[in-house]
């Protein structure tokens, strides 16, 4: 008995070091796009790209930046919405991108909760409301 519970340990010991390599799949096999929703040159630019250069050393794959501004970041939204769902075209987006939109734009071309899986939190952007100092206030 107390041989069989160890063979049976050791053959289900075997198969779960086995099974994770059999069903592992090699990503990122192919170069990988991230768009931004924004012009070449601004902060979430600046931003995307620093983050897919970082993305291309650890992951051994060309991460492209691929800027699509515009129409309130709806633009490049929608082109990752529309991308074929295999982790290869990733968003840049902002929480006007996520949250504000659906609000905004009554016929949206992307639904928010559907269409994207979160990835990573990348950058925390605090705004503040700033006038010329010389204002009389």
């Known amino acids: 008995m107390r041989r069989s519970l160890s ?19 090699t990503y990122p096999s192919r170069q990988i796009t991230v768009v931004v929703p924004f012009a070449p040159g601004g902060p979430a630019d600046f931003l995307g790209r620093l983050i897919g250069q970082k993305m291309s050393e650890d992951l051994g794959q060309q991460v492209v930046i691929d800027n ?9 939204a929608q082109a990752v919405a529309k991308a ?5 075209t990733l968003l840049m987006a902002i929480d006007g991108t996520l ?12 639904d928010p909760l559907k269409d994207f899986a979160p990835v990573s939190l990348v950058a925390l952007v605090p705004s503040a409301l700033v006038g010329n100092v010389n204002i009389p206030v």
């Open 7 to 25: 063979r049976l340990a050791l053959a289900t010991a075997a198969f779960l070091l086995v099974v994770p390599t059999v069903f592992a799949q």
């Open 68 to 76: 699509r501004p515009g129409a309130n970041t709806i633009i490049g």
């Open 84 to 88: 074929s769902p295999d982790g290869y």
């Open 99 to 110: 949250v504000m939109n659906p609000f905004l734009y009554s016929k949206l071309a992307y």
